[in-house]
């Protein structure tokens, strides 16, 4: 396997981002109206436990988690390495400060105990190594403080869908999963013109990897130093189906839940994770 280095993964992302800023929210589920109402949920539930105080946006691109935390925080920073994604965030907000500066994740330039909450969506995926930037979260996080990561993928169902064969007939869901997964690559060059060695230089957590396993995120965390950590599997396959489907969407949630009380049986099913973890 070659080695690629910390910089070339930043390099890549800088690249890649830089070229999707025109078109990102065209290439990501993020912006559903149902991932939205999600995100808000888990975000007001934090603000709740963090008294409304300061949250810091690991990672922000164009403020998708800004855009929704700013009616909930009083004071939000957002930090990226790409300049063309911060250019997009609308940093205008009635109740909150908001302020936003390139950064790298594992050389933020706050003091120790900055913020009540950081966040990193879709983020943890796209780094050279994990412990690094965990570690650097924990240290600017307040004592008591959260970490909120999500929507990073999970190493069983990409594992189970990448054992799936090629040239069977599956059904339309699965067969949207399995291009997703096998041929993202392809899709973002035919469309934008991103070199496929770029995606995968960029998300090489996940392309190299295969995604994360919950019980290791849960274990390096703990030895960082966090107090509580919570790891969720979200988004099984077939639940947006499920939530626009008339005669089944009220559903979704008891599905979810049925699934996840016959875990660890069931976490292949799960697209991605969640992590809450506390300082």
Not at 5 to 34: F, G, S, W
Not at 67 to 73: L, Q, W
Not at 178 to 187: H, I, L, N, Q
Request: glycine share 6%; net charge negative.
């Amino acid at each position: 396997m070659k080695m690629i280095t910390r910089d070339q993964v930043l390099q890549a992302n800088i690249d890649l981002h830089t070229r999707l800023a025109e078109v990102y929210k065209e290439t990501e589920p993020h912006y559903r109206p149902e991932n939205q109402k999600r995100v808000e949920g888990i975000l007001m539930e934090l603000a709740k436990m963090a008294g409304n105080g300061s949250l810091l946006d690991i990672g922000c691109g164009m403020g998708f988690i800004i855009d929704i935390a700013k009616r909930h925080f009083r004071r939000i920073t957002g930090i990226d390495i790409t300049e063309a994604m911060l250019e997009k965030v609308n940093q205008k907000a009635e109740t909150c400060e908001i302020s936003v500066k390139v950064a790298e994740v594992e050389r933020m330039p706050f003091p120790d105990a900055s913020f009540d909450v950081a966040t990193a969506y879709a983020v943890i995926h796209h780094l050279h190594a994990l412990k690094p930037a965990f570690a650097e979260a924990f240290r600017v996080l307040k004592q008591g403080g959260y970490l909120y990561t999500d929507t990073d993928p999970n190493y069983y169902f990409w594992e189970a869908i990448r054992n799936l064969p090629e040239g069977k007939k599956y059904s339309p869901i699965v067969q949207r999963e399995f291009d997703a997964v096998r041929y993202k690559d392809r899709e973002l060059e035919e469309k934008f013109g991103i070199p496929p060695d770029m995606l995968c230089t960029a998300e090489i957590l996940k392309h190299d990897s295969g995604g994360f396993k919950a019980e290791e995120l849960e274990k390096l965390l703990y030895d960082i130093g966090f107090s509580e950590v919570k790891v969720f599997y979200e988004w099984y396959i077939g639940e947006a189906y499920v939530i626009h489907s008339a005669d089944i969407c009220d559903c979704a949630e008891q599905i979810s839940r049925i699934l996840n009380e016959q875990l660890p049986l069931t976490r292949h099913l799960f697209k991605y994770l969640r992590i809450i973890a506390q300082k």
